[in-house]
């Protein structure tokens, strides 16, 4: 556990500083998976798999997606991409796929390893029981924050979408 | 068992939000912005998990289910707010668009 902790830690810090010095977007986001990846291998050592597998589904699925959806819609020019990279040094495209395979051999390492579960984990049970018990009321806001979200996102893109066609 | 050291933990959730909050101040791509704000979260969460697992409490967990959500609001606002920016001035750069008024 302890050497996982530490691997899984070291690769999100690489990779977190990979993120904030990469000149190319797309490269940046593909290391910023790789930091949640990482971090969810941490949540994992830290005896919350609940929250590992959340972390993997909705960070890294669902909020990267949009990220991804976003940068593509904004096909960012040339010029601004060769600013950034003059202001920062340009670094190599293998490294996540390095990080990753490390993260991959990490977790078939978890999986054979068929060890007796660990007493320190806090399970999706205790985690189910105390979210919907003592913090309900947390539940229906975050459902509130959710639905405004929606509504906010859709409306921005639909004044953009109505700009675009010209009728104000 | 659980062997490992939660100051551990802490560091590393400190390292990383560091390297979020120095990602929002030194670019200027609004994107990019956004991706720093997501690995301060994700120190936020570190650092709660580390914490609820030395207490052995599952509170800590709840609340990072909640900076998920949070997160998931905070990215669909911001990135339709980046499409909408790009729309009106044809770039994503946060100096360019510091006159902005109504």
Same mark, same amino acid.
């Given at each position: 556990? %302890?050497?996982?902790? /530490? ?8 990779? !977190? ?6 000149? %190319? ?18 949540? /994992? ?13 909705? /960070? ?18 040339? #010029?601004?991409?060769? +600013?950034? +990279? ?22 078939? /390492? ?12 806090? !399970?999706?049970?205790?985690? !189910? ?22 509504? !906010? #996102? ?7 979408? +109505? ?6 | ?18 390297? $979020?909050?120095? $990602? ?8 990019? *912005? ?25 509170? $800590?967990?709840?609340?990072? *289910? ?37």
């Amino acid at each position: 556990m %302890n050497v996982l902790f /530490y691997v899984s830690g070291a690769i999100a810090v690489i990779a !977190g500083l990979m993120v904030i010095t990469q000149a %190319n977007a797309m490269r940046a986001l593909i290391n910023l998976i790789v930091l949640l990846l990482a971090i969810a291998s941490v949540f /994992y050592t830290l005896g919350a798999p609940f929250v590992a597998v959340l972390q993997i589904v909705i /960070y890294a699925g669902a909020i990267m997606v949009l990220f991804i959806f976003t940068i593509m819609m904004l096909n960012l020019s040339e #010029a601004a991409e060769r +600013r950034e +990279r003059g202001w920062l040094a340009s670094v190599m495209w293998s490294l996540p796929l390095v990080l990753a395979a490390i993260l991959l051999a990490q977790f078939t /390492y978890t999986l054979a390893s068929t060890g007796a579960p660990s007493t320190a984990e806090i !399970g999706p049970q205790a985690v !189910g029981a105390s979210l919907f018990r003592d913090y309900a009321i947390g539940v229906e806001l975050a459902s509130l924050l959710l639905l405004a979200a929606l509504v !906010g #996102a859709f409306h921005y893109g639909w004044v953009a979408s +109505r700009l675009e066609r010209g009728d104000e | 068992m659980n062997s490992v050291n939660v100051n551990y933990a802490i560091i590393l959730a400190a390292v990383l939000f560091a390297t $979020g909050l120095v $990602g929002v101040m030194v670019r200027r791509n609004l994107v990019f *912005i956004l991706m720093s704000l997501e690995i301060m979260l994700s120190a936020a969460a570190v650092a709660l998990v580390a914490v609820a697992s030395k207490w052995h409490q599952p509170d $800590g967990q709840v609340v990072v *289910i909640f900076i998920l959500v949070t997160a998931a609001a905070e990215v669909a606002v911001g990135l339709s707010l980046v499409l909408r920016i790009y729309h009106e001035w044809k770039s994503v750069d946060v100096d360019e668009v510091s006159t902005m008024e109504g």
